[in-house]
């Protein structure tokens, strides 16, 4: 069956069945699960080597069956090209996670009793640089942190050169 408007809207769930997929017969993957509770989702399923990969693509009626062929359509072609667009989407969900914020506490922790001026390290990292609590490390470059050591040494050149100093060392642990 070819997943368009006319032939979504007559698709039901048996009494019997919790979940129901329809797959497409003109793009291999792209399918409709109905579940009981009445949604509807677009999917996308795959085989990478021996696993098989399952991508939600979005709900419907909120994502048209034109838009999601168009997905699913992107998504074919990256797997004909070997990438995995299932990892790549978890991938980019864990970085997310990783911010400067919460990669300073762990830095802190390990830094706490190998130094003698704890204090003045964080006060660096956390005070001086508040900024850049909320941007993910892989955000972070140089320009970045330019300009947050400018915004610093126009206040104390000496405050900026040791905070510096500071971040060296936390990128250098991190």
């Keep these: 069956m070819k997943l368009l408007l006319k032939n979504i809207t007559k698709l039901t769930l048996s009494k019997r069945r919790r979940e129901l997929i329809v797959f497409d017969d003109d793009l291999g993957g792209f399918g409709l699960r109905l579940r009981e509770g009445g949604s509807r989702v677009w999917i996308f399923q795959y085989k990478v080597g021996n696993k098989h990969r399952r991508i939600t693509i979005g709900k419907f009626p909120a994502i048209d069956p034109t838009k999601a062929r168009q997905i699913a359509s992107e998504l074919h072609a990256k797997v004909r090209l070997g990438q ?79 905070t510096r100093a500071s971040l060296s060392k936390f990128f250098s642990w991190a």
């Design 84 to 162: 995995d667009p299932a990892s790549e989407r978890a991938e980019s969900r864990a970085r997310a996670d990783e911010t400067f914020g919460a990669c300073v506490r762990p830095f802190l922790g390990w830094q706490r009793g190998r130094v003698k001026s704890f204090r003045d390290v964080e006060r660096h990292l956390v005070k001086n640089l508040a900024a850049l609590h909320n941007l993910p490390l892989a955000k972070i470059d140089q320009r970045t942190i330019a300009g947050q050591l400018a915004r610093i040494g126009a206040q104390s050149p000496i405050q900026a050169n040791r």
